[in-house]
């Protein structure tokens, strides 16, 4: 390879393997509704039995973070989300965040809680999707990532029945979270009757706000939205 050829390309240490990008609705969490651009990343240690993104597991394209930044901002986003598969897999992703930071963009970074985020910006939005028993993988749960949220995080239960929302009871005044950052309890589409999920939090008076996936009330499972 000849030097203007090695100079041109560009080194693996500033590249990620992204699924796909894309301009759409934000269906979940607190910024639910907001126009935003989606950063899907390929990769994902762990395989939930009711995961509806299971094609981010492999393939997708290996960008520089450069292209990555240069279509983000080609969306004329404001807010962006950064997802999987499971983004913090690729360390490099921790690049793209502060990268996404310093450009100006308000970020939230979408991650199982199975690996560590205290090294990501703390200008990001960090949202821990903690498995729950029907996920399969609830062993993966890396409990020390509570100690390091604040309010500005948010932690997101995904349920697939009863059993799944009385764990997630059990949690919550386990390790004392209700005030410590936003609680967001979602059935999983299709499993849980969300009037079921809703009926028994207003029975406990559970401190957590119901979630339901906009994108797919109102695109199904169309990839990309």
Partial sequence: ??????????????????????????????RAGLPTAFVRLTGCPLRCTYCDTAYAFSGGSVMPLSAILDQVAA????????????PLAQPRCLDLLRRLCDS????????????PVDAVD????RILDLKTPASGEQSRNLWSNLDVLTAHDQIK???????????VRQIIAQYQLAGRCELLLSPVHG???????????????????LQLQLHKLMWGDARGR
């Fill in 191 to 209: 499993q849980l009757a969300p009037a079921d999920l809703a009926r028994w939090m207003l029975e406990d008076h559970l401190p957590a706000r």
């Fill in 75 to 86: 969306t004329g986003a404001h807010y962006v989300t950064v997802t999987g598969g499971e």
């Fill in 122 to 125: 703390p200008r990001v939005c």
């Fill in 157 to 167: 239960f995904v349920m697939a029945d009863r059993n799944d929302y009385e764990w």
């Fill in 1 to 30: 390879m000849n030097e203007a050829v090695a100079e041109a390309s560009p080194r693996v240490a500033d590249t990620l393997r992204v699924s796909e990008i894309f301009w759409s609705i934000q269906g979940e969490t607190t």
């Fill in 104 to 115: 100006g963009y308000d970020v939230s970074l979408e991650t199982s809680g199975a690996l």
